[in-house]
């Protein structure tokens, strides 16, 4: 059997202290002459201040409600489209539908004329009478 020859080596335990933090010195280069938006948006924000020392955190509940309101708008906006689409599907739809009730009642106005009925039901052998009709006139007694 083998002995262990690991040695247990002593445990440096670290301190809790401050680190030195280097000083970097930024050197921006040298931007043209002319004037642009984003020069004249740099010089108005001056945003690189803002997240000098990192990300700060005290502004990231606005940031997430912006971001939010953002999204909510976007859905709104496709939901408000999508429901377009639908309302000039269902009303090109409906003038489909409405033209073919107009036509089937037209047809249905014409085959229910008398003289039409006459036609359609003389292959079966019944004729139309030329006697006008007549009321049977019952007395209270007789019921």
């Not at 004249?40 to 309101?69: A, N, Q």
């Not at 409906?94 to 106005?109: E, G």
Request: hydrophobic share 35%; glycine share 4%; charged share 30%.
């Amino acid at each position: 059997m083998a002995f262990n020859t690991v040695k247990e080596r002593p445990v440096k335990r670290k301190a809790n202290t401050l680190r030195e933090v280097p000083q970097v010195v930024e050197e921006r280069p040298e931007r043209p002459k002319g004037i642009s938006i984003f020069h004249i948006l740099d010089r108005l924000t001056r945003m690189d201040s803002l997240f000098h020392d990192g990300l700060p955190v005290k502004y990231l509940p606005y940031i997430l409600y912006l971001m939010v309101v953002a999204l909510f708008y976007i859905g709104n906006t496709h939901y408000a489209e999508k429901t377009i689409r639908k309302i000039d599907r269902i009303k090109s739809e409906t003038d489909d539908l409405r033209a073919d009730y107009t036509t089937l009642k037209s047809d249905y106005m014409e085959a229910s004329k008398q003289s039409e009925v006459a036609r359609n039901v003389a292959s079966s052998g019944l004729i139309e009478s030329s006697s006008p009709p007549y009321q049977i006139v019952v007395n209270g007694e007789e019921y």
